[in-house]
Nanobody, 123 residues
């Protein structure tokens, strides 16, 4: 049963922008106040992109800081990732995740994962 629904991926030219969305379909039923974005390229390990804790504090991977912005709409139970100045090396499947523990998210672990959305950046 899908619990985290992602959308917004696609194909853009280098330097372009995208906004990814992740809606928690089970919000309120389970305690998972911490959310994050991750990405994975075939043959490589999944890497953290950004996380937002229950207090709203955010963390970004160094290579994405300044280009990506994570935000959360608590009323809509939706996590966003605004991606600007996209580069070909940002091409990956992007996943959102939710967990009660920010520490687990920072270790790329979570109890709940979205199905993933493909982002392709063309040079």
């Amino acid at each position: 049963q899908e619990q985290l629904h992602e959308s917004g991926g696609g194909s853009v030219q280098s330097g372009g922008s995208l906004r990814l969305s992740c809606t928690d379909l089970e919000a309120g039923r389970r305690r998972r106040d911490c959310m994050g974005w991750f990405r994975q390229v075939p043959g490589k390990e999944r890497e953290g992109v950004a996380t937002i804790g229950a207090n709203g504090r955010s963390w970004y991977a160094v290579s994405m800081k300044g280009r990506f912005t994570a935000s959360k709409d608590n009323l809509q139970h939706t996590l966003y990732l605004h991606q600007d100045s996209l580069k070909p090396e940002d091409t990956a499947v992007y996943y959102c995740a939710a967990d009660a523990s920010l520490l687990r998210l920072r270790r790329n672990e979570a109890d709940y994962w979205g199905q993933g959305t493909q982002v392709t950046v063309q040079s």
